[in-house]
């Protein structure tokens, strides 16, 4: 059993407001207290605004007869202002019990609000014999934060990696391999098994030119697919091994950005493929797909194109291959059916938003995806070089992911060495990796992921503003400060000092931890937790200047404010965590 997590001062400050209004106000009727942080007081509570035409009664008057009724220890001192809004100061002695009652919680207080609830989470899926792009970054570090939180907030996660590993683009790259025997594809290079997948690349874009250019080759590969369809050893053979050369290169990335998919995560394409003709089967029984020129397609009322024509999903083309959109109605059946997904979360391109708006849609209609259960397009912009311009090498092709996280770490080791030149380069070569993976992934999850972004590594590895490495540097100022100090890690407090403001403003934002996690899960938005965590390490550094800490003026205040210092590097180092970012103690 976990134990129930700390109530929130916001939280409890609300009850006793509401509690307030119900006895100072009683025609109010269960009215909402309406708390917030003030810039004034601890809180602000604004319900007399919202009251004051409910109960026809001027609300400086209420503000006033609430302010009177407030009770009890938790507020010392609550005033009204302005219109009506009712001030409130929390008792110091309250803040810093709050301080300690999250440091005896090994979870810091969190809740376990996904208790019980299972959510599949689509993420990463990049393309076998295709060479990893940015916006695979994307999802895969934004997935990864996804799943880390959900996780820690109690779901049962099942983590979907939806491989592009099946169509007709097989045949043809088959069939090129195949003529050509020399072709380099395996081991092109023994030590950087991603090598391997920037040859396939290439040389999948020759086999493309191929077809286009040689009618003889076009057959032969169309010919490959339906080989490969009806199971044909060799042909099956050739696929297996490009399956092995591409994840374990996915693999190498993944690793490295210390993302948390594995080996067993894979859900590939190809493991639907038989259920595509009873999917679709299925859809034109229940009248939800209808024959157009040839295909099989859905249609919708309120999807049309710019002229008015409506915009179908294509589950069957004229041809009789099934896409992408049978693929996924068959992953939503299974994840529902068999998984007993209760939320579904696509972390995929903002590029994609009809795809998945029709395939959701018409699993609704089919009842593959009951009312209860959420599906959600957790979609994400699209990556600019640092120049603002759609990221593209110099000759407009692909930029190798292996190449950025090599540039990122190489720029993060000499910010490294320049604060520290006298690093070990054992230890600087750690460091390096923690810092430039830490750079780039907190660079993408500080960004709201809808906006497009600027992948600048200079930008990323910088001292100073809303970055990786500014965070990592003040947990480890954290980390210092406690080794100077040997405070032991359960600090009590047994004598509640008067807080200055800066050390209220730190008590007070390491308190709404919890809430910022709720609020990150339920807007699928890790950039709330990453600015949160940047507002927590401006906090205490605000804190740290005004107050010193080893050398406190009295024993009580040191060790009040370091069970404070305690607190910012649990929370500050746990919420790095759940954004994958490690936090080191030495840089
Ligand atoms: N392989 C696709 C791509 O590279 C992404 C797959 C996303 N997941 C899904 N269930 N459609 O764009």
Redesign the pocket.
């Known amino acids: 059993m976990t134990p129930a997590p700390v109530t929130s001062l916001a939280d409890a400050v609300d009850a006793t407001v509401a509690d307030a209004i119900a006895r100072a106000v009683p025609e109010s009727d269960g009215a909402q207290a309406l708390v917030r942080r003030s810039d004034f007081a601890d809180y602000q509570a604004n319900a007399a605004l919202s009251l004051a035409k409910q109960v026809g009664r001027p609300p400086r008057d209420l503000g006033t007869a609430i302010a009177e009724a407030v009770g009890g220890e938790l507020i010392a001192e609550a005033t009204v202002s302005g219109p009506g809004f009712v001030n409130l100061t929390v008792a110091d002695s309250v803040i810093w019990r709050q301080v300690a009652a999250r440091l005896a919680d090994e979870r810091l207080g969190t809740a376990t609000m996904l208790d019980g609830r299972t959510l599949v989470v ?1 993420y990463s ?3 076998i014999a295709k060479e990893m792009h940015v916006g ?1 970054l994307r999802t895969t570090i934004i997935g990864d934060a996804l799943v880390r939180i959900a996780e820690h907030l109690g779901a049962t996660v099942v983590r979907h990696n ?3 590993d099946w169509g007709t683009q097989f045949g043809m790259l088959i069939e090129y391999l195949s003529d050509h025997p020399e072709a380099e594809w395996h081991r092109v290079d023994e030590a950087d098994p991603t090598a391997n997948i920037t040859a396939l690349d290439r040389l999948y874009k020759q086999a493309r030119t191929a077809f286009d250019a040689d009618p003889d080759f076009a057959d032969r590969a169309r010919a490959r697919v339906v080989a490969l369809q009806s199971g044909d050893e060799a042909t099956v053979s050739i696929w297996r091994d490009l399956v092995t050369v591409s994840t374990t290169a996915f693999e190498t990335i993944y690793d490295r950005l210390g993302v948390t998919l594995g080996d067993t995560d894979y859900d590939g394409e190809s493991g639907y493929n038989d259920q595509l003709a009873n999917v679709v089967d299925e859809l034109v029984s229940a009248g939800i797909a209808v024959e157009s020129e040839g295909a099989l397609c859905v249609f919708f009322d309120d999807v049309q194109g710019p002229d008015g024509t409506p915009v179908p999903l294509m589950l069957r083309k004229s041809d009789g291959g099934y896409g ?1 959109a049978a693929t ?1 109605l068959a ?1 939503i059946r299974h994840r529902v059916r068999d998984l007993s997904a209760d939320e579904i979360l ?1 972390v ?2 903002a590029r994609q938003a009809l795809h998945f708006q029709q395939v959701f849609a018409t699993a609704r209609r089919a009842g593959w995806l009951p009312d209860s259960v959420t599906a959600d397009h957790v979609a994400f912009g699209t990556v600019l070089g640092a120049d603002g311009r759609p990221f593209k090498t110099r000759s407009g092709g692909t930029v190798r992911l292996a190449d950025l996280l090599d540039e990122a770490e190489a720029k993060a080791a000499a910010v490294i060495t320049e604060k520290n030149p006298d690093i070990e380069p054992r230890d600087l070569a750690g460091l390096a990796t923690a810092t430039g993976m830490g750079a780039v992934k907190y660079a993408e999850l500080s960004t709201s992921r809808l906006k497009d972004y600027r992948f600048d590594t200079d930008q990323m590895v910088a001292l100073t503003g809303n970055t990786g490495v500014y965070l990592q540097y003040a947990h480890t100022r954290m980390s210092a400060i406690l080794r100077k100090a040997a405070a032991d890690p359960q600090t009590v407090i047994t004598d509640p000092t008067t807080l200055s403001p800066p050390e209220r403003s730190l008590a007070l934002h390491l308190d709404a931890y919890n809430a910022v996690l709720v609020e990150t899960m339920a807007e699928r938005e890790p950039h709330r937790l990453a600015a949160y965590l940047y507002a927590l390490a401006k906090a205490f550094t605000s804190f740290y200047e005004a107050s010193p800490v080893l050398r406190a003026e009295t024993e009580t205040l040191r060790n009040n404010r370091l069970a404070l210092v305690q607190l910012s590097k649990q929370t500050l180092a746990h919420g790095l965590g759940l954004l994958g970012v490690s936090a080191p103690d030495h840089m």
């Open positions: 689509d899926g990049p393309n695979h939806h491989v592009g992408y996924d992953t696509y995929v391109d």
